[in-house]
């Protein structure tokens, strides 16, 4: 009689050892393509080189190497040319092929180890409907993890547009062209705002890389899906079209963002009342209830019972 676990789990293993293998190639494809052999001679130390063979110097300090080496090892694509799955993780600020490859193997992986977790130490007739819950899980918990770390980046960066805004506007004024405004916003938004410097970074890169810069602002909106950028990415598609200032345009929109940021605060601020009343409910509450009433109450019970003085009557 053919064994079902013993058909469980060598089906699991196939699909691991399967997934494992294809991840692996995907990396290996992505490392050896043309577009970041080209990327890395753009932006590593020692590989520029210019007509007569000599290297070139960086445009960006030393201090954001380290930003824009881990960031280069992601290609910049148009939203067209990426899957839904890469999408998902550049929202999170995940653009390494390995974030690809580890998140592929811990949905194939986290639902094998855990059914077995399961099988090992529990034990009757409810083992089999546990390991299936068990599984699940987790299948849907690198899921929840990225959608977390996508929120938390979305917010950072909703955060930081307004700052941002106000140095690529000081950079303008100061006579610097919008590329290197926006390489030089990134570098002294590094520390405080480390998301929205990143995809500063970006934006950068995909320009120097050969993309129209309207086309780097819309893949930078497609990427963080954040309203504020889209509607900046919008007035700069204007402002691009019809040949206004920029400087006058980035501080209309930098006010406007401001304006929304406070109201977003006040409106966090007015919901803490609210948000107060369950733990005051649930917490705080009985605890009062047991200290104040708590002593009348045995007083009470005490007078009524039959050892009492009324219950004697």
């Known amino acids: 009689m053919f064994d079902i676990n013993l058909g469980f789990t060598l089906a699991a293993l196939f699909l691991s050892v399967a997934m494992v293998t294809g991840s692996l190639t995907y990396v290996g494809l992505e490392r050896s393509s043309v577009v970041r052999r080209r990327l890395r001679d753009l932006t590593e130390p020692g590989r520029r080189r210019d007509a ?5 110097a960086l445009d960006y300090s030393p201090a954001d190497a380290p930003i ?3 960031i280069t090892t992601f290609i910049p694509k148009s939203p067209k040319e990426m899957k839904r799955l890469q999408r998902r993780l550049a929202v999170a600020g995940l653009h390494e092929p390995r974030h690809l490859a580890l998140y592929v193997a811990g949905e194939v992986l986290l639902p094998i180890g855990l059914f077995a977790l399961v099988f090992v130490f529990v034990t009757g007739a409810p083992r089999l409907i ?13 899921g929840l993890i990225v959608d977390r770390l996508a929120t ?6 909703q955060n930081g547009l307004p700052d941002a805004l106000d140095l690529l506007i000081v950079c303008l004024e100061a006579g610097l062209a919008i590329d290197q405004a926006i390489l030089k916003s990134a570098e002294e938004l590094r520390i405080s705002h480390p998301a929205l410097a990143e995809e500063l970074h970006l934006i950068n890169i995909e320009c120097r890389a050969g993309k129209p ?3 780097a602002f819309k893949n930078f909106a497609s ?3 954040v309203d504020d950028v889209r509607g900046l990415v ?6 691009d079209r019809f040949g206004t200032s920029i400087a006058d345009a980035l501080r209309t929109y930098a006010d406007v963002s401001r304006t929304k940021r406070r109201q977003r605060a006040e409106e966090r601020a007015a919901k803490i009342a609210v948000k107060l009343v369950f733990p005051l409910v649930f917490c705080l509450f009985p605890a009062f209830f047991i200290v104040a009433l708590g002593p009348a109450v ?7 019972s039959n050892g009492g003085p009324l219950g004697a009557r």
Do not use: N
């Open 52 to 56: 007569s063979g000599a290297p070139m």
């Open 68 to 70: 824009v080496k881990r």
């Open 130 to 142: 546990f390991g299936i819950l068990a599984a699940i899980i987790g299948y849907v918990l690198p």
């Open 152 to 157: 938390k980046r979305q917010l950072q960066i």
């Open 213 to 215: 810069r309207i086309e």
């Open 223 to 225: 990427r963080t899906k």
């Open 234 to 239: 919008a007035m700069l598609v204007q402002t």
């Open 298 to 304: 045995i007083k009470f019970i005490h007078a009524f």
